[in-house]
Every structure is written in C-alpha cells, then in structure tokens.
C-alpha cells in the first residue's frame, strides 16, 4: 500500500473510533423515558366503553334493533362514499356480492381478497355488528348508535340476499341468521404440528 494511502485508512479508523467512543454514554442515556407526559390513564367508563365485544352466538349484542329501511339510508349517508352506492363499486371492501350456488371457493381461489364479501365469506351475522360498530365508518369509528349499526347490518344482509327487506334485526333475531360462508370454516384448535391444515 502507498504511504499516503496507508495514512488516509489509519487516520479513518481513529476518527471512527473517535466518534463511536464519544457518543456511547449519549447512546445508554437516550432509553426509553419511564412517561412520555402525554395521555391521561383510562377510567373504568372509558374500559367500559370500549370493551364491548360481540361472540358468534351473540353473546355482547346490545338491546336494541334496526330494520333495512333504516340501514339503507344511514348506508347512503354514512358508507357509500367509500364502499360504492351499491356496496359493490368500491374503492374501498367490496361489501355485496355472491357467486351462483355460493360457490366461491375462498381457500383455493388466488384473488380471494379483491372477490370477498360479506355474503360470500363472513361466517356470522354477529360478528358483522362487532366489526361495524368497532371499526366502521373507518373515518369516525364508534359514532354510530347502537340502533344504527343494526340497521346497516340488516341493510347490508338484505343487500347480499340473506335476509329479506322487511327483517328487524335485533338482539333477538341477529344470531339466528343463516351465513352462506357459515360452514366454510374449521375450528382452530391445533397446539403445534403443521401449520397449514
Ligand atoms: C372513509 C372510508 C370508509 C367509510 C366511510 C366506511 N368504510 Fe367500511 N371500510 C373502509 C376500509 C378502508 C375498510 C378496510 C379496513 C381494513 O381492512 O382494515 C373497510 C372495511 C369494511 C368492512 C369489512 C369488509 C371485509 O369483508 O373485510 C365492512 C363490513 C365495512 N367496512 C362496513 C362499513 C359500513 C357499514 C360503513 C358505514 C356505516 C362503512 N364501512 C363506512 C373504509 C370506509
């Protein structure tokens, strides 16, 4: 190696060292604070509020209910900007839609994810409240009232021919819906083994 070479390397690997040595303490200070000083702790309203969920078999659905009517509007209102007029049109979730004889075939079909639906996927009607009203709409989640989302969800139903036009959907009445995808899925109950079943 030439001399002037030489130097140049020597004279990084010391600057480098240089550094890395000055800014280690600076390093081991800079954890992560015990409180950032923001935020306020959650009362037990607050966990209230939040902890509503919904099972399958419709344990958590709040007493109330909603009809079609009703959701048609609200979805009017309150979704289609996001989910199309129809439910079908996007740009966001397609929500409506079924194949003849509900044959889609959601496991093996590759383009599943832009072909799913409430009608074709969803397993139960209840979970379809749970999600709604938790996450839905996306820009204000948790403002619609518990009569509300029961009507978009029987909106929605009707829209996917699983319910007719007149259904009140309730407390009462929303566990007993039929889904088309209702039997499409396993209960996950492996502890190890593979992990594709
Ligand atoms: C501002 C846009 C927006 C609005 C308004 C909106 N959504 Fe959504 N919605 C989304 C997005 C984005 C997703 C996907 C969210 C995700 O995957 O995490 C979604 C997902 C959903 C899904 C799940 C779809 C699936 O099969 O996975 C349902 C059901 C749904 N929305 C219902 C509604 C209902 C009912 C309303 C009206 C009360 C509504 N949305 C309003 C943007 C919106």
Redesign the pocket.
């Known amino acids: 190696m030439r001399r002037p070479v030489l130097v140049g390397v020597l004279l990084s690997v010391l600057v480098a060292g240089a550094i890395i040595i000055d800014a280690w303490p600076r390093v081991r200070r800079s954890q992560t604070p015990e409180r950032f000083g923001f935020g306020t702790p959650a009362t037990t309203e607050d966990i209230r509020q939040a902890n509503t969920d919904v099972t399958p078999d419709g344990r958590g659905l709040p007493h109330d209910s909603g009809t079609v009517a009703q959701g048609e509007s ?2 009017g ?7 199309g007029a129809t439910g079908t049109e996007g ?5 409506v839609g079924r194949e003849p004889g509900d044959s889609f075939n959601f496991g093996r079909d590759p383009n599943f994810l832009a072909k ?3 009608g074709n ?2 397993p139960y009607a209840t979970t ?1 409240y749970d ?2 009203h938790r ?6 989640p948790g403002s ?1 009232s518990s009569n ?2 029961y009507s ?2 029987a ?2 139903l009707y829209r996917n021919q699983i319910v007719p036009g007149n259904a009140v959907m309730s407390d009462r009445t929303l566990p007993l819906v039929r889904m088309p995808a209702g039997d499409r899925f396993v209960v996950d109950n492996r502890s190890g083994g593979r992990t594709v079943r």
């Open positions: 609200l979805y209102l309150r979704c289609s900007g996001c989910h740009p966001f979730d397609h929500l799913r639906t409430i996927y969803w379809l999600y709604v996450a839905m709409p996306f820009d204000a619609l509300e989302v978009v969800v909106y929605l």
